[in-house]
């Protein structure tokens, strides 16, 4: 009877070990996956405030693209995630205007970008994703940097961005990714083009 009750305890604990054993061998897998996708392909995000009204509202969720600027540039009306420069545990989300090496002119609610194609400026087009009472009367000229961008929150009153004379320009190497998932809340879920 002894014999029999050390032979069931071993059971347990090999059934134990084998267990533990079994279940550290899936979390490494589960991390081996996810970790790289997490750290270089996509990042989920939560909105806070709303400087990105209206397009953008508080306490949705986001996933972020981090792979594509890997890849190539961002592009003007691009929405983006990045890494506030003066305090890098802070995130910001911000709509892409100016890109590097042109001048960011904005008067009476126009703005005007001025660069190799066009010269002697052209007018940037907001009416598809910013209706007009979002828009701010505020006097900015600006000339980027080879890896400066000039980035704007939609709502333009309730907004910390370049137009802030103690904010500024991008740089480049702060930015994370470009929005590609609305996520939550489900009745709003959108995928963003390219």
């Known amino acids: 009877m002894q014999k029999e009750?050390?032979?069931?305890?071993?059971?347990?604990?090999?059934?134990w070990r084998s267990f533990i054993k079994e279940f550290i061998q899936m979390a490494l897998i589960a991390l081996a996956i996810v970790i790289p996708i997490r750290y270089f392909l996509?990042?989920?995000?939560?909105?806070?405030?709303?400087?990105?009204?209206?397009?953008?509202?508080?306490?949705?969720?986001?996933?972020?693209?981090?792979?594509?600027y890997r890849l190539d540039n961002?592009?003007?009306?691009?929405?983006?995630?990045?890494?506030?420069?003066?305090?890098?545990?802070?995130?910001?989300?911000?709509?892409?205007?100016?890109?590097?090496?042109?001048?960011?002119?904005?008067?009476?609610k126009k703005i005007t970008i001025y660069n190799k194609e066009n010269p002697k400026g052209k007018i940037f087009d907001e009416n598809k994703f910013l209706p007009e009472e979002y828009k701010v009367d505020k006097n900015i000229d600006i000339t980027l940097g080879k890896d400066e961008y000039f980035v704007l929150g939609d709502n333009r009153g309730h907004s910390f961005d370049s137009s802030a004379e103690s904010f500024g320009s991008l740089e480049r190497k702060f930015i994370v990714g470009k929005t590609w998932i609305r996520a939550w809340p489900f009745n709003k879920f959108t995928i963003f083009g390219k």
């Open 5 to 15: 009750q050390i032979l069931q305890n071993k059971d347990r604990s090999k059934g």
């Open 42 to 68: 996509i990042q989920p995000f939560y909105v806070k405030g709303a400087s990105m009204e209206p397009n953008f509202h508080n306490h949705e969720y986001l996933i972020i693209n981090k792979l594509i």
């Open 74 to 108: 961002p592009k003007r009306g691009d929405v983006i995630v990045f890494k506030y420069p003066k305090s890098l545990n802070d995130y910001f989300i911000k709509r892409v205007i100016g890109l590097p090496e042109e001048r960011v002119k904005i008067i009476d």
